[in-house]
């Protein structure tokens, strides 16, 4: 017998809408599956949920229910907020006195934990922040100084404490990860970029901030070295790997409390939901994204989330929806950039507007439109972003090949190969052999044919890296 205070979970039942249980419980656990989650969903489960007996789910339940309902609070699924369940309310009715610090909650903890320390304990926070040679530098014994990405962190103090110096080499990890990877692309990094990520998240795990200001830097820290790593996994071609990461880093936006991270978390969601096809769930993430930044103060940021949203709106074949979305883009944009605008966006400015948009236009099937957009984002000079260079006049030969101007396109396609020798993107080069293809039928042509003859699929990747 349930107990009188328990009340039904009315929200959740609706959201099972016609299904049994039974069948709601396996989608539960495909959604856990498709996210690197693994929960013994049943009917009882469901059962127990919509009685009220479970006021709120665990870390792993609510990763996969905000998984299965994007841009939905815990709220919007009718549980009860978390600290009324457990944690300092539930303690101090009971009269506990508090930890110390938010990460003492043993659920926090698992979150923040949990997928990133299966190569690793909590004793790898001690040792270094460390990215650790490259794959093929260390298979071939060659030297060559010492690796950029590295980022010692002193070992923890004692008592298991950590300050500012932890939570600032987490940081310097984010920026050298996005930097090199601006540069170089995806490819290279991500195997190293799996090291601090653990080690971020043993160090939350593991250690107690001597201040608050630096549990809220390590926090943030390890939430936005979650999403670089995640979004190396999705440029280099491993979309699951890229969700789970960027489903961590949500879970920690959540947890901290911090909308910047949590709009930040939704916008790669988006990306990788449009990139994978999934266009339902790459506009209701904008979406979620937009809600969470509305308080930021960051036109800019709104204005990218606007243009996430348009490419979804533009996979599922709604024009009305996506030019009010590419409006709203447009306009935030020209309010200009301010000094909110997240560190991490420093890649946003026109020629990546430009290159959404061109996006956009593709998927509608404008492709001479879209070419007149990649044709302007392709103008950037600036070689920090090569690998953003490359990405552009991709678009733009693939853009180029289905408007009819084969010639064109080849000549596209061979500035890409150029920047091919210093930017590693299996994103990029996957662009390029669906513009091969589409140029085949052309290969007479002079430069259609030197294009074939000097594009080679790249060799298989070797191992899980």
């Known amino acids: 017998m349930t107990s009188s205070r328990t009340v039904p979970n009315l929200a959740f039942r609706r959201l099972r809408g016609q299904r049994s249980p039974a069948e709601f419980a396996a989608a539960v656990r495909r959604a856990a599956r498709e996210i690197g989650e693994h929960v013994a969903c049943d009917a009882r489960y469901v059962g127990r949920v919509e009685s009220g007996e479970i006021r709120c789910p665990n870390y792993a339940y609510e990763r996969v229910f905000l998984h299965m309902f994007p841009g939905r609070s815990l709220a919007d699924l009718g549980f009860m907020a978390r600290e009324s369940v457990r944690g300092r309310a539930a303690r101090a009715a009971a009269g506990a006195p508090a930890p110390p610090t938010p990460f003492r909650n043993d659920e926090e903890s698992d979150v923040l934990r949990r997928a990133f320390m299966t190569g690793g304990t909590a004793t790898v926070a001690a040792a270094s922040l460390g990215l650790g040679p490259s794959p093929a530098r260390a298979s071939s014994g060659r030297g060559g100084g010492a690796d950029p990405l590295a980022a010692v962190v002193p070992a923890p103090r004692a008592g298991g404490r950590y300050g500012e110096t932890e939570a600032a080499a987490v940081e310097e990890a984010v920026r050298r990860i996005r930097v090199l990877d601006d540069r170089h692309g995806a490819d290279g990094l991500y195997a190293r970029a799996a090291a601090p990520l653990r080690s971020a998240y043993a160090l939350l795990d593991s ?28 440029d280099s071609g491993r979309p699951e790997d890229a969700r789970s990461h960027y489903a961590e880093a949500l879970a920690t936006a959540r947890v901290g409390g911090d909308p910047g991270l949590e709009a930040h978390a939704f916008s790669n969601t988006s990306f990788l939901a449009r990139d994978e096809g999934r266009f339902r769930e790459a506009v209701r993430a904008a979406q979620a994204g937009q809600r969470a930044a509305r308080h930021l103060a960051s036109a800019r940021l709104l204005s990218l989330l606007a243009l996430r949203e348009a490419g979804g709106w533009a996979g599922l074949a709604d024009r009305a929806a996506c030019e009010e979305a590419l409006g709203r883009a447009h306009t935030l944009f020209g309010r200009g950039a301010s000094d909110a605008d997240p560190e991490w966006m420093t890649f946003f400015g026109e020629p990546e507007l430009e290159f959404l948009e061109a996006q956009c236009w593709s998927l509608l099937g404008e492709p001479a439109r879209a070419a007149r957009h990649a044709r302007r984002a ?88």
């Open 207 to 234: 250690g107690r901030a001597a201040r608050q200001s630096a549990a809220d830097r390590l926090h943030a820290g390890a939430g936005e070295l979650a999403l670089s790593v995640g979004w190396l996994a999705h």
């Open 378 to 465: 392709a103008a950037l000079d600036d070689p920090h972003f090569a690998r953003n260079l490359a990405l552009y006049r991709a678009q733009l030969a693939a853009d180029l090949a289905l408007s009819g101007a084969p010639q064109e396109a080849a000549e596209a396609g061979g500035q890409v190969l150029d920047l091919l020798g210093d930017v590693r993107s299996t994103r990029i080069e996957a662009m390029l052999a669906r513009t091969a293809r589409l140029l085949r039928p052309h290969r007479s042509l002079p430069g259609v044919a030197a294009f074939l003859a000097r594009r080679r699929p790249s060799p298989p990747r070797r191992g899980g890296a």
